[in-house]
């Protein structure tokens, strides 16, 4: 995605002679292999998209948590589980100074958990409804919607066991699918893996089943079987693929209590008009799920370019030695989104767009223009001026290439007479008005409705 804007931005300069074509040459700094710069272009994207999961959070009553860049490591090994595919090889994991063991975040949820007892969280009102919006890390292979560093959003709702919970994570994924206009291009998949009771009878049928052909197994798959049977159900090597479909299922191992669990999860999601999938193959890739997990898989790609996924992890919070403390919890990744809206054309409000150029020649001039710029900005018109030394021609050129529909002209008569010009950039039109209602005048052009005012509230003290 950002390779093509920097491809074309490069693409877009012809050089016109040997100093500017070798300014095209590939410069001697690059980013590292799997990330990206987000140039602001894409930014527009990613400001829209953090807009509607804050929106759609806050209504819902969630709070958002940042947890730090890097953990221990043994926060992710802990939580994650030491034979995922995430914690086996792709965690970006260094010594500090101290020969401390840190890995950079490879996923939100551990990170909330550990916060989360860390805090004393289980002492505020159940359930703890939190979200996130950050950067993860993965060496990951490199490849198209797999990066090294990508953001997700996700949140985490703790403290509380119902499946109607379950229901109301996959509802709120859904919405906010649906107001980034990419949720038909998506196909819920729904499965239980139970209980944790239920999980290790159903490995312990798991080995039993595939004792004596490991020979045919993938060698990953053959490491797997120790370590984490359930994985072998999602491998993508065929010979793995033929097996796992004779082997136990899952169904047949869920307590009567699993299965209730999960009708009523697959009850609430009728009552919300949710479509979904059942897939009882779907296990997800970390250790810590129980009962519900679901997954938003792409609808011609499936897992392939699934946008997001979560599930129940109602033992992690032990694990991590808290109290026994169910939760639920999604996670989405925001570059697959953008490529998504991308893909269907959608386009997001632009924030960047400039209302007004200011143009202007002689020092007294630039005087007046400079405090003009000012309070142009902080009555929300969006300006930017040429301070520099060009003639005003250079600097109307200038104008146009920032594609400001106004320009504001001023030089050494409308300095003598108190006025400025407004140039309308699209018609080419222009007219005199007094320097001292400048302000009015543009704000009647652009519309009250459009100008950019800052309001973060007041402080309060
Ligand atoms: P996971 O926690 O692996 O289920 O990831 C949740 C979502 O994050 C996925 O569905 C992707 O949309 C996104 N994601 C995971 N890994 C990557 C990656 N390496 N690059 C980009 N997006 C990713």
């Known amino acids: 995605m950002s390779d093509e804007l920097q491809v074309s931005a490069l693409n877009s300069s012809q050089p016109a002679n040997q100093e500017e074509s070798n300014f095209n040459l590939k410069p001697p700094y690059q980013t590292p292999k799997g990330v990206h710069d987000i140039l602001p272009a894409d930014h527009e994207y990613y400001t829209f998209i953090k807009k509607v999961v804050r929106h759609r959070m806050r209504q819902a009553g ?50 909330v958990v ?36 990508f953001w997700q959003y996700g949140f985490e709702i703790i403290g509380e066991l119902d499946p109607a919970l379950d229901a109301q994570a ?20 729904l499965n239980t893996i139970g209980s944790l009771e239920d999980r290790k009878k159903y490995t312990q049928a798991l080995r039993d089943y595939y004792y004596g052909k490991e020979r045919n197994l993938c060698e990953h ?64 890739g970390l250790d810590y799920y129980t009962n519900t997990v679901f997954e938003f898989w792409d609808a011609h790609d499936g897992a392939q370019n699934a946008i997001g996924g979560g599930g129940r992890y109602d033992g992690l919070i032990e694990i991590m030695g808290g109290q026994p403390t169910p939760a639920v919890g999604f996670a989405a990744g925001i570059e697959r989104i953008i490529a998504n809206m991308k893909r269907e054309k959608i386009r997001v409000p632009s924030k960047d767009d400039v209302h007004v150029f200011v143009a202007q020649l ?29 003639s005003i021609k250079q600097q109307l050129k200038l104008a146009d290439k920032f594609n400001a529909p106004y320009t504001l002209i001023m030089g050494i008569t409308e300095v003598r007479e108190g006025t400025i010009i407004i140039r309308n950039m699209t018609k080419g039109s222009q007219e005199i008005v007094k320097f001292d209602n400048a302000i009015e005048e543009v704000i009647k052009k652009i519309g009250e409705k459009n100008l950019d005012k800052y309001s973060p509230g007041e402080v309060m003290y």
């Open 62 to 111: 969630f709070k958002r948590i940042a947890t730090p860049i890097f953990e221990y490591t043994d926060v992710f090994v802990r939580s994650i589980g030491d034979a995922t595919d995430i914690v086996d090889k792709e965690m970006y994991t260094f010594l500090d100074k101290k020969g401390r063991s840190l890995t950079l975040k490879p996923e939100g949820t551990a990170g």
């Open 114 to 149: 550990r916060s989360f007892i860390q805090n004393g969280m289980n002492q505020l009102p159940q359930p703890v409804e939190l979200y996130y919006i950050e950067p993860h890390f993965r060496y990951d292979r490199p490849q198209k919607g797999r990066y090294r560093q």
């Open 362 to 390: 002689g020092k007294e001039a630039k005087k007046k223009c400079l405090k003009l710029i000012y309070e142009m900005r902080e009555s929300g018109i969006k300006t930017i001026g040429a301070l520099g030394m060009g």
């Open 221 to 284: 798959c053959r490491d797997r079987l120790t370590k984490n049977p359930l994985r072998l159900l999602d491998c993508k090597n065929e010979d793995c693929m033929i097996l796992a479909q004779l082997a136990p299922k899952m169904n047949d191992y869920l307590s009567p209590e699993s299965k209730e669990y999960y009708n009523d999860v697959k009850e609430y999601l009728a009552e919300l008009d949710i479509d979904f999938v059942e897939n009882p193959t779907l296990v997800r």
């Open 170 to 189: 996959i509802f709120l994924a859904n919405k906010i699918n649906e107001d980034l206009g990419i949720d038909k291009l998506f196909k819920i998949q």
